[in-house]
């Protein structure tokens, strides 16, 4: 693995503007970023990201049985206790669910480390899906790239395939739901809109500060039509806060994610995943945290946080860091494994699962060792060896 210059595509701007990719920038500052590429071989891809990926989701899946029969566990991820119940008979309907995505410390000297699962609202997949695919053709095409090189990346094949297996499953009229202001969220949003057409869901497109509730209790979009099943890009837990969050468990909604993704999108899954699996080469180590100081070593983050917010990290070598944000309540600690740098970048690498497989990454990388909403995307390429000399 080695991150690489390159040229960047003199007419990325205009191709962004054609398939709907207007969150290129944001703040006046870069988030696509393609004035370099990470470049990895197969046996990388294959060995060190995506054979763990798929173990590493099927240890988080065989928890969710231990963890919904449990109070104590239920406790520990700090679920509301009117949301208990329903999010068991979820998992215990094995209602369908679509995607998530890992996040690892990858450096390629050695496992990669588990930071965090995202199977909630995981974001960055348009991105990985699609324009860093055709970034890929392009500079294949441009020959800015080896002759043959390729990309881990079938996610939006993937997407479609998964889609299909939930209409066969759904029949009740579906909806794509995001934060009205959000142009990432709407993007993303409408990105899956399509992928879901290709796969014969038509759904309709609604903010989520649109839908209304009926008088018996069910939700409803602009024009009073019940939403019998509901894609929202949207966190559970702050539904779970919400006032119309409480009607959730009884209005009959499907919801994509299904409720019990609810336990694998929360960081205490993390010390459960230790002690179930001490050891494991591609875990750190994990425990709830008891508060106090923090001692060297470690990194502390509260169960329900997201793009690097409100991170507590104190290094071996006695420094501290430290980010602000929203979110407080409970917390874990995790092992301090700092991720490496590239050139001065630091890159966390998001390995995409959809449905129960591995079908692609994509990187975001900071000036700090926090991946923070600031990062920039910077895509990947499979560079095959030649002769022990890696081709670049």
């Known amino acids: 693995m080695r991150r690489v210059a390159t040229a960047a595509r003199p007419d990325w701007r205009a191709k962004a503007a054609e398939c709907g990719f207007g969150f290129h920038t944001i703040d006046d500052a870069p988030y696509w970023d393609e004035s370099a590429y990470y470049a990895f071989t197969l046996r990388e891809i294959e060995d060190d990201l995506e054979a763990p990926s798929e173990e590493l989701h099927a240890m988080a899946l065989d928890l969710v049985d231990r963890i919904v029969g449990s109070e104590r566990h239920m406790q520990q991820l700090a679920i509301p206790e009117p949301y208990r119940d ?117 759904g309709a497109l609604l903010a989520i500060e649109d839908i209304g509730l009926s008088e018996d209790g069910r939700f409803t979009d602009l024009d009073d039509h019940v939403i019998g099943c509901l894609f929202k890009l949207y966190p559970l837990e702050d539904l779970f806060r919400e006032s119309f969050g409480s009607y959730l468990p009884r209005a009959g909604l499907q919801l994509i994610e299904p409720p019990w993704k609810a336990l694998l999108s929360n960081k205490g899954i993390l010390p459960l995943l230790w002690e179930a699996h001490p050891g494991h080469p591609n875990l750190l180590p994990a425990e709830f945290d008891t ?99 890696l081709i670049a």
């Open 291 to 389: 508060g106090g100081e923090l001692p060297r070593g470690w990194v502390r983050k509260p169960l329900h946080s997201r793009e690097g917010a409100n991170i507590a990290m104190h290094l071996a070598d006695g420094r501290e860091l430290a980010t602000g944000g929203p979110y407080g309540g409970p917390c874990i600690r995790q092992a301090c494994h700092p991720l490496s740098a590239f050139d001065g970048h630091h890159p966390l690498v998001g390995s995409w699962l959809v449905g129960e497989r591995a079908c692609g990454i994509g990187l975001r990388e900071d000036s700090t060792l926090v991946t923070q909403d600031s990062a920039r995307f910077v895509p990947h390429a499979i560079v095959e060896e030649a002769r022990g000399v």
């Open 86 to 202: 329903w999010i068991a008979q979820s998992w215990r309907r094995r209602d369908p669910h679509l995607y998530g995505r890992l996040d690892f410390a990858y450096d390629g000297s050695g496992p990669a480390k588990l930071y965090e699962l995202n199977y909630d609202t995981p974001t960055s997949l348009f991105e990985a899906a699609f324009f860093q695919w055709q970034w890929l053709e392009d500079q294949l095409a441009r020959g800015q790239l080896p002759a043959g090189s390729d990309q881990f990346n079938s996610i939006q094949e993937s997407l479609v395939e998964a889609f299909g297996t939930i209409a066969r499953r759904i029949t009740r009229p579906f909806h794509f739901a995001a934060v009205r202001d959000s142009a990432e969220d709407q993007g993303t949003v409408a990105y899956l809109r399509d992928c879901a057409l290709q796969a014969g869901i038509d």
